[in-house]
């Protein structure tokens, strides 16, 4: 719990705390409405956005109704952002260890492919669970030989199901599976090349392309309410992936290159014109290319290291690894990927990746431990998906047999592959909904890890292992540029004294009381260079009601911009967050020059590449004082976005 002492006063309004912070920076600097084309400041939703905001999923097998029912509403008051089913297809005619229910086996079309239970109570549950969002985890690819889509495929090659195969498979062609009826394979029930064989369905078909926009558009979205597909090995059927070039020598037939991830990326943008909210994931990208190659969403795998360390902190009270971590997870790659990369230029900020980590350790079954340890990793950029639980079950036997599904393939139970234990419940709704409910906690919010000093017992410590950590988050492309001072201490209770020299002095000037995100109650001392917060054994406080503005990438990309005043000056820092902070406290920056940063073919876990950053004066007309070039210019807006009041999450 966080200490009431100094959280005493009732929160005020955020419009009103947000209209404060903003009088300054309209006094400083022009109208941006003075500036030619500026409809690229105006704030516009992306319905892809909500996935910017998750901070946790859980996964379950599905297995009755009754259990999806039960599970669900449980995990919703636990605060889980998204369930991830697998399973709940009907796969009873091709069982299988490796296939794990990822398999297809029956058509996934019609009303209600759902093995149990009926629409009506479906949609009845999908209504009451929300705003937690539904994620559908399979294979579209592969389709085992013993369904009967399979079957009416082999009896009938020319109809549209027939199609569905590729046919003349030579051993070249076969991918990760022998070739099943002169058609292309893929996985087998047991695994690569073993068991029962599955054929593989092209992306590239026009009649599978057609099959599948209907099913995930009209069956799976439109009539069960999903939001997100997570595709298994992440549509990667191409030549040589992972250096595999014996696994699938040729890649998926029928595509060009026998690359499918374009052809994935088809099927997906042909969804999203039908149902623009849904959002893809995927278990294995590697590069920030593969992702815009597959137009997915939600990248990741992540490192175990990761959460070792994060729950290290919150068990011991001991941060002091955590950042070393975080800033490797890519979560803050993904932000400067997102200001830069010419792929998603005009679609900042609802547009872009973030990142997810798969969670294979076990549930944390304190309550409060949990929400912080949830909270620290989203904090950083990154949602977690738990997905193997060591000591959950998945089969009431103790026989693993090559035919029965069992979630635990080369497990012993317990240890279960989907089936994990359900997050803790303690209070409802849970604090895990404020990263639903406010723009700032968004994970492609720009992040910054704060100095600060811990004062227990009388005893001041400097370190950062010192038993809490502080991150600035400032949601810079948002609609208000809201920022927050998230700080997390898992250790004893103590006094926290953060070091925020680096904010605009101005603002600090102002007199802003942040209040509390989590309690909605407001501190009792207003910002300052040096702030002292007491906090509570194992509490956090989110402080917000302050903007640190607005910094609109401008659509295109330049080079050599010039000031209509000449005011021009390098940045002293080479990381963006720092750039902007720096911007942000000089009166006569409005525009900040970045120059571009390759990260097209970086791996997914690596660190936000350095930048240089040139801050700029007023530039009336980019297209008149810029030239043409690979860089960004981000414009300082003087308030919030025009159309700011229509966020919603």
Request: glycine share 8%.
């Amino acid at each position: 719990m966080l200490p009431t002492k100094k959280f005493l006063q009732p929160c005020v309004s955020s419009s009103y705390l947000m209209l404060r912070a903003f009088v300054l920076l309209l006094s400083c600097f022009g109208s941006a409405t003075q500036d030619v084309d500026h409809a690229d400041y105006a704030w516009k939703n992306n319905p892809l956005q909500w996935h910017q905001h998750l901070a946790r999923i859980v996964d379950h097998r599905f297995s009755t109704m009754d259990n999806l029912e039960s599970f669900a509403r449980e995990a919703k008051l636990a605060g889980v952002s998204a369930l991830m089913l697998v399973g709940l297809q009907n796969i009873s005619s091709c069982p299988g260890p490796w296939y794990n229910g990822l398999q297809l086996c029956e058509h996934i079309n019609g009303s209600y492919p759902v093995v149990d239970g009926t629409l009506q109570r479906w949609r009845e549950l999908r209504e009451e669970l929300k705003p937690m969002r539904l994620m559908w985890w399979m294979n579209p690819a592969y389709w085992s030989v013993q369904g009967s889509v399979f079957q009416q495929a082999i009896s009938n090659p020319m109809s549209d199901v027939g199609k569905f195969f590729s046919r003349g498979a030579n051993s070249s062609a076969q991918c990760w599976g022998h070739n099943p009826n002169g058609t292309q394979g893929s996985w087998g029930s047991e695994g690569a090349f073993k068991g029962v064989m599955s054929s593989l369905a092209s992306f590239c078909s026009k009649s599978y392309a057609d099959y599948m926009v209907d099913a995930l558009s009209n069956t799976w979205t439109a009539n069960l309410g999903f939001d997100a597909y997570t595709i298994d090995i992440s549509a990667n059927y191409f030549p040589d992936w992972m250096g595999l070039k014996t696994m699938c020598h040729d890649g998926m037939m029928q595509c060009t290159a026998g690359d499918g991830r374009a052809g994935w990326a088809n099927i997906m943008q042909r969804v999203r014109a039908a149902q623009p909210h849904v959002v893809q994931s995927g278990e294995v990208y590697e590069t920030w290319q593969d992702l815009m190659i597959a137009d997915a969403n939600i990248g990741g795998q992540g490192r175990d290291t990761f959460h070792v360390v994060t729950k290290h902190a919150v068990f011991t009270g001991d941060v002091a690894g955590v950042e070393a971590e975080a800033r490797i997870t890519g979560a803050d790659a993904a932000v400067v990927l997102c200001h830069l990369h010419p792929h998603y230029d005009g679609k900042q900020p609802g547009g872009c990746p973030s990142m997810y980590f798969r969670d294979n350790t076990p549930t944390i079954r304190n309550p409060l431990l949990h929400r912080m340890w949830v909270s620290l990793e989203a904090a950083a950029g990154i949602v977690s998906q738990h997905d193997f639980d060591p000591e959950s079950y998945c089969f009431a036997g103790e026989e693993i047999t090559s035919t029965t599904y069992n979630g635990c393939y080369q497990c012993a139970n317990p240890g279960a592959w989907y089936n994990v234990t359900n997050d803790p419940i303690s209070e409802a709704p849970s604090l895990l909904s404020a990263f639903f409910e406010h723009r700032v906690l968004n994970r492609v919010a720009l992040r910054t890890n704060l100095n600060l000093t811990i004062t227990r017992h009388g005893h001041t410590n400097a370190s950062r292992g010192g038993g809490a950590i502080a991150y600035l988050k400032h949601d810079s492309m948002g609609p208000n540029g809201d920022a927050a001072i998230l700080i997390f201490n898992p250790g004893a209770a103590a006094n926290v004294t953060i070091d925020l020299s680096m904010l605009p002095p101005a603002l600090l000037e102002q007199g802003i009381f942040p209040y509390d995100l989590l309690t909605k109650l407001r501190a009792s001392r207003p910002l300052a260079k040096s702030y002292t917060v007491s906090m509570d054994a194992q509490g956090m406080a989110f402080l917000s009601g302050f903007s640190l503005g607005v910094f609109a990438p401008r659509k295109g990309k330049r080079k050599n911009c010039r000031a209509d005043d000449r005011y021009s000056r390098v940045a002293q820092t080479r990381a963006l967050q720092g750039c902007v902070l720096e911007c942000a406290s000089d009166m006569h920056c409005e525009n900040i020059f970045v120059e571009a940063a390759d990260m097209s073919n970086a791996t997914l876990l690596s660190a936000a590449p350095p930048v240089t950053c040139t801050l700029l004066g007023s530039i009336r007309d980019p297209d008149t004082r810029c030239e043409g070039g690979s860089g960004t210019l981000l414009r300082r807006l003087p308030g919030a976005r025009s159309g700011a009041e229509k966020w919603k999450p």
